[in-house]
Each structure stands twice: as structure tokens, then as C-alpha cells.
């Protein structure tokens, strides 16, 4: 079926004004089959039906629009954590500010020198996951990265890693637009843990495919920087494997666009995936989660677990889905998503589904809006604390749930302290 004149000329504007990375080697044919898949779909519309919430035009455009840059004034994030640090700027590898690219028992290497060569452990797996998770739902901001993405990091871990790897994005052109493509191999028995951090650019097109591989684990902790004007769309791709963990946390303050999709597909028996999400907004601020777990062996677990706080028009969407394969026995999923609206302004549209063709299995879904209980407030307000004070102490409690989901305790406490150290400023 031929794509809408629409489509296609807004797909071969966006195609005109990229070029395509000079590489000769493993990663070409990928590049080649996303490009030919990208034609063939064209990028989204507002009319496509996991579109309908957010509108795509600031993220398909053939320009990136100017984003002013913002200083933090504040110590870096996971600045107490010991971590191997790997420097983007504006989507450019900075070699002086990272880390030397070497960690017991984890291979790590930029894909802009590695795809030079002819044979490489990432080349079955660059492209073939998004390629995957483009059914039923296409994800064409995923392919055109695919296709155009001209750095990023390899990271194979073959052990337990005694520290995280983490990427850092600084922003300091304000037309900057970046796109990054991560490939992560978990061997067996191996865990690493990822930490993300930071704007990236004026406008940041990020995709991650990982692959965690019988009884390995990943753990992933994503803060979006703050550069108000920023806009971004990010993708993860995951494959689990038998009795391995997949968890995933983003923390979301600020953004005029922002676009976090997440797919997971659960192949092996006894394998868990958590993602989880907290999202503060304030005025022209658009937040989309869109998440896609397919469970397709015996007795896995998934959670979902959203959190948005919005206030003065700010707008937050959530689309989650659990499919449970016929062979997926015994599984358990779970989803809520819930938003917090501050005044009348905000919004929050979600769209949850299950999709279960398995008979012994506990899935369940739940989604709410509303606004701050005046009970508890008033509770609050009862033993003389301020009532901007409250409500940033029932604002921190509500967005609890989806933190807990952060294994290392450490870094969630630092995150609820910054978060709060966010709300006060807001206030005055």
C-alpha cells in the first residue's frame, strides 16, 4: 500500500537534510534495510493511531528548532557514585572529559571507529532488535536512527561489572540534533549496570537495543536533562533471555517534548522486566511514555509503574501494552499509570491495554488522574506545615512508588533530594 503524499514528502525532507555516515563496514547493511524500511513507512503522523496524544511535527522536522541552554548551578548527577563516565556533546564523543574506555569484564567501544571494521560481536544484533520491535507498532524515529545514527557505544559485558558505566549528555549548541545508537550485549551470568544522564541536544534521537542473556542482569537509570527547550525521542529495544532481569528507571523534569518508548520482548522462562517512570512538568511541557512487553515463555514478570506530576498546562501521556503469547503460562503482569494535575490547565491521556491469549496467568492494568487529597493536606497543614511545603511532601509521596522501583537505594535518595530541591525552587 503506497504512504500518503504527506508522508512521503515530509520522510524524503527529513532524508534530504541527513547524510548518511561514511562506514564500509558491518554496520552498512543494517544502515541500508533501515532506510528502505523507513521509505516504506515513513515517519509518524498525527493521525497514526500511537500518535494521536503527541504531536510528532517538532521531532520529524528536517531542522531541529533552536533550544536555549541551561545551566544547572547544581553538582552533577551520580556525582558520589564511582562510574566510568563516556562524554557526548551535542552527540559528538568527548574524549578528554570521558573515562578510558576500560572495565573489568566489560568490553566497551564507540560505534563510529568499531563499525569500520568487517566482523564484530555487535553486528547480529545493531538494527535487528528495533528491526523486531517494529511489529505490530511502527517505530520510525527508531529506524530513521538506525539508518543515520553516526556514533554511540558497544558495551559487551562478560562479567559482574564493579562500578556502572555512565553516559553523559551536555548540550551546548543551541540548533544541535544528535542522534545516538547504544548496542548492549549481557552475557550469561554477567550484570551491568547503565546510567544516562543530560539534555544531549536541541533536539536528541536516542535507541538502545539490548540483549541480556540467560540468568544476566541489567539495570538502566535515566535522568532527561533539564534544558527546558530540549525535545526527544528515545527508544529501548530488549531481548531476555531464562531467569534474567531487565529494569529500567527515567526521571523526567523539564522538556518541551519528550517521547520515551520502551519494548521488551521476554523469550526465555523465569525472566523479569520493570520499567518504571517519574515525570514533573511545569507549563509547556509534553511527556509521552509508550511501552510494548510481549511476554512469550513461562512463568515471567513485567512491571510498569508511571508517575506524572503536572501543573500550569503541562500535558503528560502514557501508552502501555501487555501481550501475552498462547505459550506464556503462568505469567504475571502488572501496569499502573497515574498522574497528579496541580490546577484545572493539565492533562493526562492514557492508553492502557492486555492483550492475552494465555489462560493461567494474573495480569492487571489501572490508570488515574486527580488531584492532590485535600484530607491529607489539610492533615498536614493541621501540625503547621506551610501549604506550598505540603503539597511538595504529598507530590514527593506520590511519586515514591515509581523511585522504589530504583534497586540502588543510594541514588534514589539523591534523586527524591533533587526532586524536592526542584519543587522548592519552583515555589518561590
Known sequence: MALPQQKTDLTEARIAALALPEVAGWSEPARKDALARLRATGLPHRRD????????????????????????????LFDGQAQLKIVFVDGVFDAEASDDLELAGIEIERLETAAQSDIHWARGLYGSLETAGQTPVARPLATLNTAYASDGVLIR?????????????????????????????IEEGAALTLLENGPGAARFNTVMEVEVADNAAFHHIRIQGRD?????????????????????????????????????????????????????????????????????ALNCESRQVFKKVLRNGATGVFQGKILVKADAQKTDGYQISQALLLDDDSQFLAK??????????????????????????????SRGVPLAEAQDLMVLSFLAEALEEIDDKEIAADLTTRLAAWLARRRS
Not at 52 to 76: G, M
Not at 171 to 180: G, P, S, W
Request: include cysteine.
Open 49 to 76: 493511531e500511537y500518535w494521536r496524544y503527541t504531536r510528532p511535527e517538532s521531532l520529524t522536522s528536517p531542522e531541529a528548532e533552536k533550544a536555549a541552554i541551561f545551566d544547572a548551578e547544581e553538582a552533577p
Open 157 to 185: 559485558a562478560t562479567g559482574k561489572a564493579d562500578r556502572p558505566v555512565s553516559l553523559i549528555y551536555q548540550h551546548r549548541d543551541e540548533t544541535a540534533d544528535a542522534m545516538l545508537h547504544h548496542v548492549v550485549r
Open 228 to 296: 527546558h527547550e530540549r525535545r526527544a525521542a528515545t527508544h529501548a529495544f530488549a531481548r531476555l533471555g531464562t531467569e534474567s532481569v531487565f529494569k529500567s528507571f527515567t526521571l523526567t523534569v523539564n522538556g518541551v517534548m519528550t517521547r520515551n518508548e520502551c519494548v521488551i520482548e521476554l523469550t526465555g522462562d523465569d525472566a523479569q522486566a520493570h520499567v518504571a517512570g517519574a515525570a514533573v512538568g511545569d507549563g509547556d511541557f509534553h511527556h509521552d511514555d509508550t511501552v510494548f512487553i510481549t511476554h512469550d
Open 352 to 381: 492502557p491495554e492486555l492483550e492475552i491469549y494465555a489462560d493461567d496467568v494474573a495480569c492487571s492494568h489501572g490508570s488515574t488522574t486527580g488531584a492532590i487529597d485535600e484530607t491529607a493536606l489539610f492533615y498536614l497543614r
